[in-house]
């Protein structure tokens, strides 16, 4: 009796999801230019899960086995599966799993828990609910960025979450990033509609801002906080404009700035865990803890790097440099690490033909507020990454965090907005 019901839960939950994403599909299909890369980069996004599926990494495995685990104890008992979720412990008979804090490795077991309702505990099925919720967040941005300012380039949101090799890897299957890019795309695609959309607000979209802000910080608290704190910059600087100042650009970053600065005060008083001497400290720990392990293996290294905030400060230009650039293509033996090295060329290029566009003042046509909220998320959690991941490896899959959005902005200006067309994106 509870196979057929196992069975016929999990014809349901596939029915349903089905027919969602078959009624979202033609919205984005819609799209006019972009709308016939749709199906391409859903091909491509299930060829990397099935390439993720057959390399399961060890994570992976460990997610499924105690998510298997987690799904057990729902259909024992229903009552205690809901407690469980509320608490950083798992107990099902010889069977403990205990974190502190903020796990995100507890809290997508949680998850999967929910998808081996639907999935029967299939692999391949859970990696791919977790892959369409990175392309579905990823092209619910696409589409925002195109209807709310069509003279910007949104072809180059399609090549930063869509088609970057590293991007696409890393988003697909069974691993954390794919929930926190598509939760983190999600979220700014939707304070973009809610800041230049249409009015009246409607709770659907406040509910699934609300969603995707809770996804996003159970994912990666910490990076979660700094971009919600820019957004939070992007919608007081709208405030202003609103208000019928504020137009200028030096005025427009000094808001964003201020309001960050504030953040960080506030949040050392309300917690000592934010407090300056507490952040240096652990991330000097984070740094030594992951040197340590690297090995022989390509790593950075800051032989300076004390934990203080002066000198925190004096290394963050070189860590922001050696998120984007590093590895080399030369360094590393594997594949991996060649094509991440190729990629950062490819990137260090369209960075650099950025700042002369910049330079000669022809940028693009992404507001200014939007473009500097996005660029400072992006340089802080740079910083952050190249200080605290020395491993070459680890810091070309945890930086997918921030690059889709660098790209967004990199490839808006006239020189690459004529590549793209060329591709006809």
């Known amino acids: 009796m509870l196979v057929l019901l196992k069975l016929l839960v999990a014809f349901l939950l ?30 491509l996004k299930l060829v990397a899960t099935g390439i993720s599926v057959v390399l399961l990494s060890e994570d992976a495995r ?64 859970n990696a791919s609910y977790l892959s369409l919720s990175s392309f579905m967040g990823s092209w619910e941005l696409v589409r925002q960025l195109h209807r709310r300012f069509p003279a910007a380039n949104a072809g180059a949101a399609v090549v930063g979450f869509l088609l970057w090799p590293t991007v696409v890897y890393w988003t697909a299957g069974l691993t954390k990033e794919s929930l926190l890019v598509s939760s983190g795309a999600l979220v700014v695609a ?55 100042v504020g137009r200028s650009r030096l005025v427009q970053l000094g808001l964003m700035v201020g309001l960050l600065g ?66 080399w293509p030369w360094e590393g033996r594997s594949i991996l690490y060649t094509i991440a090295g190729a990629e950062n060329l490819v990137l260090l290029l369209a960075l650099v033909l950025a700042l002369g566009a910049v330079a000669r003042r022809q940028p693009g046509y992404l507001p200014f507020a939007v473009a500097a909220a996005l660029l400072l998320y992006c340089c802080l959690v740079a910083v952050l990454l190249g200080l605290t991941t020395p491993n070459l490896g680890t810091l070309n899959r945890y930086r997918v965090t921030f690059l889709p959005f660098l790209l967004v902005l990199g490839l808006q200006n006239a020189w690459a907005t004529r590549v793209l067309r060329y591709f006809r994106l």
């Open 262 to 327: 504030a953040g960080a005060w506030a949040a050392s008083e309300v917690s000592p865990v934010f407090r300056a001497n507490k952040f240096t400290s652990q991330l000097q720990r984070n740094y030594t803890q992951l040197l340590a392990s690297s090995g022989n293996r390509p790593h950075l290294t800051y032989p300076d790097l004390r934990p203080t905030t002066e000198s925190v400060v004096r290394h963050a230009p070189q860590a922001l440099v050696n998120t984007l650039v590093r590895p």
């Open 14 to 43: 596939n029915a349903l999801l089905l027919l969602a994403f078959l009624r979202w599909l033609p919205r984005v299909r819609q799209l006019p230019g972009l709308g016939r890369w749709v199906l391409p980069t859903l091909g």
């Open 190 to 244: 939707l304070v973009v509609r809610l800041l230049y959309g249409e009015m009246p607000l409607r709770w659907p979209l406040i509910g699934g801002l609300l969603l995707a802000v809770w996804l996003h910080f159970k994912m990666r608290y910490f990076f979660a906080v700094v971009l919600f704190g820019t957004l939070a910059g992007l919608g007081l600087v709208r405030l202003v404009q609103q208000l019928g």
């Open 62 to 125: 460990f997610f499924l086995v105690w998510a298997e685990r987690m799904t057990e104890l729902l259909w024992r008992s229903p009552g205690q599966w809901l407690h469980m979720l509320t608490t950083d412990e798992f107990h099902l008979g010889p069977w403990h799993l205990v974190f502190h804090g903020f796990s995100n490795t507890l809290f997508i077991t949680k998850v999967l828990s929910v998808a081996n309702l639907a999935s029967l505990g299939n692999p391949l099925l």
